[in-house]
């Protein structure tokens, strides 16, 4: 799976490389993320995103992109006592490399909504609590590709300069429940994010 990957990203920007209209740059900014399925709700992971972008306009409003990037999901809780001091917490760390193909549209010179899917491949999986990192047989049971929608606006603060936000959802679940359990359409734990990262323009 990860040489698929591998290989899709190569002819990728192999495809865009050897295309008119040729963009390109790098990339930057965080992560907000939650894991669905975990029971602990609200935004409270913070990552990191780096990459790099390589993009092809098809009309004067239509523009393919696809990224290379490093980025941290997962999920983080924070247990406390009456008094606000820490008791505990739980913690859910994923690092992927991921690879989005999303199209633009120019909706207005510098305001372009974008959409599309990404393919990610996860490379290391911490989950911890306080009294430790998790038995390793848990932790593997963590998909190591994952699918995910991506949905966002981007807005050009300069000729080289443009600032992205963008939500993604795992398409299927990142993790099973134990013993396959299901509820309902409930089958897993899926990646919950919000991106904000800017991109450089060569």
Sequence with gaps: MKRALVSILFLSFSLFGFSQNFNGGLLAGMSATQVDGDTYAGYNRVGLIAGVWVSRSYT???TIRSELRFIQKGS?????????????????????????????????????????????????????????????????????????????????LTEKFSFCATFSYSIFPIRRYKDNVTYRWDRGQLNNVLQFYVRYHY
Excluded: H
Excluded at 86 to 113: C, D, H, W
Excluded at 133 to 151: C, I, S, T, V, Y
């Design 60 to 62: 004067p409003l239509v």
């Design 76 to 156: 983080y809780r924070r247990f406390t006592d009456g008094a606000g001091g820490t008791t505990g917490f739980y913690s859910i760390r994923l690092n992927y490399a991921e690879m989005p193909f999303l199209v633009e549209y120019k909706y207005r010179e510098n305001i372009i909504p974008y959409a599309g899917l990404s393919f990610g491949y996860l490379w290391k999986a911490v989950e911890k609590n306080a009294d430790g990192p998790f038995p390793e047989d848990e932790q593997a049971l963590f998909e190591k590709l994952e699918f995910a929608a991506n949905a966002g606006v981007e807005y050009k």
